[in-house]
């Protein structure tokens, strides 16, 4: 009970109400070094760990990654506007025989599809030159390949390539990847699909400067609304074109290739898009399929590819003479 004139603090102390408090000894040295080297520890134990995993690595010729390396890729891009450099034509000197343009998809940093352990762009640069070979076997077509090392193009470049050279045919060739799903297989002949040529000729018409011409008609000076007309109508001479050269591929190829049941498509392929060149791009089958990727790679693949194509293009170019 509260003394007269006690206050409940005093009470409380005189009782002995906190025994914990009175419990509590001074730490001697040795525990309170024990306590200092704990603390330490728990900072030290991810450093020692760290230089425990490098000396490891080093030890199994790993090498580990070290502050300030640079992970950066780099890929070196042509000033904006430069014009792309032209590639060679091979074949007869002759100006008034045909010229394709053969393209192989990819290239340089993208590698396109993968499957098998095949790059596509190792694939359709091997194809690509085994067509060019095929044809300068069989004379009579002058040939340009928008790649013949493993160099990066921007898709509008490639077409453009052939635009200036002044190509005849234009042939983008590509390999496909269906994943997961490595029952699909066969190749597939794709052409400008007709409302993506549509906008393709308006834009093309909206940008090119007045020096420029279409189909050898010249531009300069004309109207842009007359320009776009006569953009679209180059377009869709080119466009039907591109469609018989497509059908010749699937006809010489049958019995040769491997086709996907759905062998004609059609799509806004940026590639594709030259207003004045009949185009088709290829798609030589699926390299996520063991049979297409390995019938692909071979040198006996690559021979019937190259006779077949070389045939369609052969045929393409008679009739275009008559």
């Known amino acids: ?38 603390i330490a520890l728990v900072f030290l134990a991810p450093v020692l760990l760290l230089v425990a995993l490098y000396a490891l690595g080093d030890a199994l ?19 904006p506007g430069a014009m792309v ?10 100006p008034t025989r045909p010229l394709v343009v053969i393209d192989a998809g990819h290239g340089g940093h993208d590698p396109g599809a993968s499957g098998a352990g095949i790059r596509e762009k190792t694939l359709a640069l091997a194809l690509a030159r085994a067509l060019r070979d095929r044809l300068l076997q069989d004379g009579g077509v002058r040939i340009a390949m928008t790649r013949d090392d493993d160099t990066f193009l921007v898709l509008e470049e490639r077409a ?23 029952g699909i ?30 189909n050898g008609i010249p531009l300069e000076g004309r109207d842009e609304a007359v320009n776009a007309i006569l953009v679209e109508l180059a377009q869709r001479r080119a466009q039907v074109q591109s469609d018989e050269f497509a059908g010749l591929i699937v006809r010489e190829g049958e019995g040769a290739l491997d ?22 791009l290829f798609e030589a089958g699926f390299i996520s399929n063991p049979e297409d990727a390995g019938r692909l790679a071979s040198p006996e693949g690559q021979a019937r590819f190259a006779e077949a194509m070389a045939r369609a293009i052969r045929i393409y ?6």
Do not use: C, W
């Not at 004139?5 to 005189?14: F, P």
């Not at 450099?85 to 002759?94: A, N, R, S, T, Y």
């Not at 794709?190 to 940008?207: G, I, K, P, Q, V």
């Open 85 to 94: 450099g032209l590639p060679p034509i091979l074949g007869p000197e002759d």
């Open 1 to 38: 009970m509260l003394a007269s004139g006690e206050s409940l603090g005093n009470l409380i102390a005189r009782r002995g109400k906190f025994p914990l408090v009175n419990a509590i000894a001074p730490l001697t040295s040795k525990a309170r070094m024990l306590y200092r080297l704990q």
């Open 185 to 214: 297989s066969g190749a597939s002949v794709y052409t400008l699909s007709a409302r993506a040529s549509s906008d393709a000729a308006a834009r093309f018409a909206a940008r090119e400067n007045s020096a420029d011409t279409i």
């Open 61 to 79: 010729g790993v090498r580990a990654p070290l502050l300030g390396r640079n992970y950066v890729v780099r890929v070196a891009l042509p000033e």
């Open 317 to 322: 170019f008679a009739r275009q003479a008559r």
């Open 259 to 280: 086709f996907h049941p759905q062998a004609r498509r059609s799509a806004a392929l940026v590639v594709l898009k030259a207003p004045d060149v009949p185009s088709a």
């Open 160 to 182: 453009e390539i052939a635009r200036r050279l002044g190509a005849d045919l234009f042939l983008s060739i590509h390999a496909d990847s269906a994943g997961e799903q490595a």
